[in-house]
């Protein structure tokens, strides 16, 4: 992996916090050029500072749900070093409500920003990597995207999507030379769960145990460089744990996996 993104061009959404900030700060000391991405440019704008290289990062404002705006934020992305060479798709929030209690509006609004913004900015970024027959697109999903548990329906059924598409995508484009690897990421110590939406859209405002107890953005951030490097196709991020066992059962022994699940305590 030594010298993999040295000088390559990468595109991070979520960038001001957590796994993206981590991200950033692994990519810029391997070398490569950044554009940072999210709403909050005043985050952006510390975590630009905050990296080896700060003059090779850019700051680039999108929210997610402004899906209109994205062929101009992509012209713009694709100007700042005349070329990008992987796009992070990271930016994204989690939920927590029963099936039962959750407003449809609010399925909405977690497939909106979890999966159609994806779909959305793909489509915008798709021909440059076409035009440059190269691009890589990584794509954060969660161990979410691959089980089910109580709580999760909004977000397990956007990250779920996203293997569909992505894996659809890959079939059409991996004779181009454009890559894509999904990342399922187990707990990581970052504010998600903060910001997760409940039954009626509001935000959780707790950190859970599981996420307080998580791997730290900057070791998921190694992980993650060398699922990248490596072009996996599938990779799972986290502690070897209980995260990692679900997805090892779920494959092998599904039905195992989904009676544990009905015995999980919502939470
Ligand atoms: N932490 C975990 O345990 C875990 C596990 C599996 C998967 N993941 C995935 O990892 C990704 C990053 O999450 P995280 O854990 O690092 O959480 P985080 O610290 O809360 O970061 C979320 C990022 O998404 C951005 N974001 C939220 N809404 C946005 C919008 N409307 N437009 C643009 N950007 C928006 C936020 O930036 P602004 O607020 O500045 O816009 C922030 O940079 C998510 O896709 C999440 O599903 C996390």
């Not at 960038?15 to 900030?21: D, L």
């Not at 899906?67 to 992305?77: E, W």
Request: positive net charge; charged residues 20%.
């Amino acid at each position: 992996m030594d010298n993999y993104f040295k000088d390559k061009v990468i595109w991070i959404t979520g960038a001001s916090s957590g796994i993206g900030e981590g991200l950033a700060y692994a990519f810029s000391a391997a070398g490569a050029k950044l554009i940072l991405s999210s709403r909050r440019t005043d985050e952006l704008e510390r975590v630009r500072r905050a990296c080896i290289h700060p003059e090779d990062v850019q700051v680039l404002p999108l929210d997610l749900f402004d899906i209109p705006s994205f062929t101009a934020r992509t012209a713009q992305a694709i100007a700042y070093f005349g070329h990008i060479d992987i796009m992070v798709h990271n930016g994204g929030i989690s939920q927590r409500s029963l099936v039962r209690e959750t407003n449809l509006d609010v399925h909405r609004r977690v497939m909106e920003l979890d999966y159609f913004s994806y779909v959305a900015l793909t489509t915008a970024l798709l021909p440059h990597f076409d035009e440059r027959k190269a691009g890589h697109f990584v794509v954060m999903s969660s161990v979410m995207g691959k089980i089910g548990t109580p709580m999760r329906s909004a977000y397990a059924a956007a990250k779920h999507a996203l293997h569909g598409f992505f894996d659809c995508l890959r079939a059409e484009v991996s004779a181009d030379n454009i890559k894509v690897t999904l990342l399922t990421p187990g707990y990581i110590r970052t504010n998600i769960s903060l910001h997760a939406i409940t039954r009626d859209g509001s935000e959780l405002g707790t950190l859970s145990e599981n996420i307080a107890g998580g791997l730290a953005p900057e070791k998921a951030a190694v992980q993650i460089l060398h699922a990248i490097a490596k072009g996996s196709f599938e990779s799972f991020i986290g502690k070897f744990g209980g995260e990692k066992i679900a997805l090892w059962v779920n494959r092998y022994a599904p039905g195992v996996l989904i009676k544990k699940a009905a015995k999980l305590s919502p939470k």
